[in-house]
């Protein structure tokens, strides 16, 4: 069965960093999109990043120039690097992944991310 085990959430305060981790297993012929979501307090799941196979990635516009996303499509890994990171950020964070196959899309369990002071 499929499976998308994310790790990394935590505490941080303003300003701080943190990388958040999703390892993908059960996708036999590969996945097109892998990526984040976030779904913040009081309001609907939105995307934070997508990687496409092949290299091409996108961002929403409040994060750009502070997440920098990254995958490495041998071993169906996809992590996310938080920087400079701002309460707004606070939510839980989805791992994504979409196969080439069938079935699809999975969604991770959702790790805490927390910015506060």
């Known amino acids: 069965q499929v499976q998308l085990v994310e790790s990394g959430g935590g505490l941080v305060q303003p300003g701080g960093s943190l990388r958040l981790s999703c390892v993908a297993s059960g996708i036999r012929f590969g996945i097109n999109y892998m990526g984040w979501y976030r779904q913040a307090p009081g309001k609907q799941r939105e995307l934070v990043s997508l990687h496409a196979a092949g290299g091409s990635t996108n961002y929403a516009d409040s994060v750009k120039g502070r997440f920098t996303i990254s995958r490495d499509e041998t071993k169906n890994t996809v992590d996310l690097q938080m920087n400079s990171l701002k309460p707004e950020d606070t939510a839980v964070y989805y791992c994504?992944?979409?196969?080439?196959?069938?079935?699809?899309?999975?969604w991770g369990q959702g790790t805490q991310v927390t910015v506060s002071s």
């Open positions: 994504y992944a979409d196969p080439y196959g069938r079935g699809g899309p999975y």
